[in-house]
């Protein structure tokens, strides 16, 4: 009996004990092992356990250690999320390698949003290797050349291992954590390049479509939508991680807002195109000024977010007011009877589908399985939106077309009848034009007669205007010789000795025109750089100056005369070299500065100049008569 007893007792204890080792393994967090048969696993609900380091203080010295065991909680939800800005969360998992695999593994970050990653990975000594990953970090250091953040897992370290993950990030996060065999990830990455290829490329086409659009028709809805389509597509990169990877790789501060720069030109280009689109003035005015008022209001909120805080840009759901108010606009519209409006209608219901898919995901709802169809929900219906958008175009197009054939039919209809009235008005003028050509033709014949004798004076007039001409002619002629005679009369005056300055003045009046006799005289037989002896010139800075087309050296006109750095009026200092020559420097600086009103010192310094040059170039004056003198302005001497 007591033997039964005994028995009885031993096996409820032992049932006890596997009922309380079934229960702390249905709490324990659940361990990932490695194996070919998988492509991939997503950590999931108790596959993951994690806390928030309020203090955010803690090192993975202190994580690790037991006391800290009690911190970790298993996730609630499908993948942790975080909720915090700037908050510092630690995750870990454990993955057991009990065997050789034929793949390579690696640990893939599904939210290239966050901004600092550190992933503690265990060694075969014990100790914790860190890796930091994460949207602040350059591109360039990224292990694999893709958008995701991944890590590789040591394929030779076995037996069960954990995981240490310490997160931040200034937006809220999902941390989805995917372990993926490599040759997996390489295949899912190509199709994924792929799908971004499709969808970016149509983006583009139809931005290039309507840009064609806009040039050819000239509406500025065409333009709105480019810029809205543009806005999409950066926005989709951002979010999508392509920007940071192929726009601003050297640049990952621009990760931190270039989303919100995006989401805001999307809206008010968005807002615009929609008033452009469905003539919201013309067919709700009210609706237009609560356009204007939403686009104000979001370009205040804009300016803030950039100036005041940047994590203001996190607070996407503001989104849902422009759209909603699309999507209303829309329906009213079309309730007025403007048909392209369906078409709108249709594609920005879309659009709010796939607005209403993300806030669901982003409240964690659990009948909406996570997966890449929801996750890429929005870009496929941004695809439809533009589509059904295009569509509602292409309808207006055709209204437009429509009533434009209309109008065109009726001008034709008015045009024929313009031409039976100008028939029939055309038949009365002939009437009447007849009726009128008779008594021209009267009156005509009383003009003929009168024109015959006018044709005989004309005659007459004809004849004494061809004399009158050919007298013209020659008193031209007898001018043109009378004048050159007195300019070779005046030359030969000047050059005489018994002329005066104010006759002198009347041919060299002013610095121009002494300029230009200066140009004649030193370049008459051709131009040659002083320093380089180049002959092809343009003119330089001062009047007559040419300046060198192979060094740009420009030589004024006095630049290697006796008038350079002279500071007598030039046409005064001309006359005095005159004088000099023609008296053959008998003339004195008293008599120079009583003719061209300088004082006698300066005279004298510059006479005495000039007859140095003089006696340095006798031989070469002895005969050069009336010229000579032109021989010593090219002339120059040191003092």
């Keep these: 009996m007591i033997s039964d007893i005994f028995k009885n007792l031993v096996k409820l204890l032992f049932a006890g004990l596997l009922f309380f080792t079934a229960t702390l393994n249905s709490y324990a967090q659940k361990t990932i092992t490695l194996n070919d048969s998988i492509s991939q696993h997503i950590f999931s609900y108790s596959e993951i356990e994690g806390f928030e380091d309020k203090s955010g203080k803690l090192t993975i010295d202190q994580v690790k250690s037991p006391a800290m065991v009690s911190a970790f909680v298993p996730n609630a939800i499908y993948t942790p999320k975080t909720s915090t800005l700037n908050g510092i969360y630690w995750y870990k998992i454990k993955i057991r390698h009990a065997y050789a695999t034929k793949n390579d593994w690696i640990l893939e970050f599904f939210d290239q949003t966050i901004d600092d990653i550190e992933i503690y990975s265990p060694q075969s000594n014990g100790k914790y290797v860190a890796t930091y990953l994460g949207s602040r970090h350059p591109f360039a250091q990224r292990l694999f050349q893709h958008k995701n953040l991944t890590l590789n897992i040591n394929s030779n370290l076995y037996g069960e291992n954990t995981y240490y993950i310490r997160l931040k990030s200034h937006q809220p996060a999902n941390v989805i954590v995917v372990l993926r065999s490599v040759t997996w990830f390489v295949h899912y990455a190509l199709d994924e390049y792929f799908f971004f290829g499709v969808f970016y490329g149509m983006l583009a086409v139809f931005a290039l479509y309507n840009l064609m659009m806009f040039f050819a028709i000239r509406q500025i809805q065409y333009l709105y939508y480019v ?23 050297n640049s990952p501060v621009w990760n931190q807002y270039a989303y919100g720069i995006a989401l805001f030109f999307a809206s008010v280009f968005g807002m615009l195109f929609t008033r452009s689109l469905l003539y919201v003035r013309v067919k709700a005015p009210k609706l237009n000024r609560l356009i204007w008022w939403v686009i104000a209001l979001r370009s205040i909120f804009f300016i803030l977010c950039l100036t005041v805080n940047n994590n203001w840009f996190n607070y996407r759901i503001i989104e849902i007011v422009p759209l909603l108010l699309a999507c209303y606009t829309g329906y009213y519209v079309l309730s007025k009877g403007y048909w392209p409006a369906r078409f709108f209608v249709v594609g920005y219901s879309f659009l709010f589908l796939g607005f209403i898919i993300k806030v669901l995901i982003a409240l964690d709802v659990t009948w909406l399985p996570f997966g890449p169809v929801t996750h890429y929900s929005l870009s496929f219906c941004f695809i439809m939106e533009m589509l059904f958008i295009s569509f509602a175009i292409a309808e207006k197009v055709r209204i437009l077309k429509k009533k434009k054939d209309y109008a065109q039919r009726r001008i034709i209809r008015q ?74 009369v005046t030359h030969d005056r000047v050059m005489s000795t018994e002329v005066d300055f104010e006759e002198f003045s009347r041919i060299y009046p002013d610095r121009e025109t002494c300029f230009k006799f200066l140009s004649d005289l030193k370049w008459g037989n051709g131009y040659a750089c002083k320093k380089c002896n180049n002959v092809n010139y343009s003119n330089g800075h001062l009047p007559y100056s040419r300046r060198c087309s192979k060094c740009g050296y420009d030589e004024s006109v006095i630049a290697y005369t006796i008038l350079q750095n002279t500071r007598i009026p030039i046409n005064k200092a001309l006359y005095i070299i005159f004088l000099m020559y023609s008296t053959k420097g008998r003339i004195s600086s008293h008599k120079l500065s009583e003719i061209v009103d300088i004082r006698q010192s300066t005279c004298w310094v510059y006479a005495t100049r000039i007859k140095k040059l003089m006696e340095f170039k006798k031989k070469e004056l002895r005969n050069a008569g009336s010229q000579g003198w032109g021989k010593l302005v090219l002339e120059v001497i040191d003092d």
């Design 227 to 249: 810029m809205y389509n543009l806005s999409i597509g950066l926005y989709e990169m951002c979010a999508d991680g392509v920007a940071y990877q192929y726009i601003w790789p």
């Design 415 to 488: 045009m024929k009848q313009n031409e039976e009235l100008k028939d029939s008005i055309n038949k009365k003028l002939e009437e009447q034009v007849s009726e009128r050509t008779k008594e021209l033709v009267e009156k005509s014949k009383v003009i003929e007669d009168q024109n015959d004798e006018l044709k005989s004076v004309n005659i007459l007039l004809k004849e004494q205007a061809e004399e009158i001409s050919r007298i013209n002619i020659l008193l031209e002629k007898d001018n043109i010789t009378l004048h050159t005679n007195i300019e070779k």
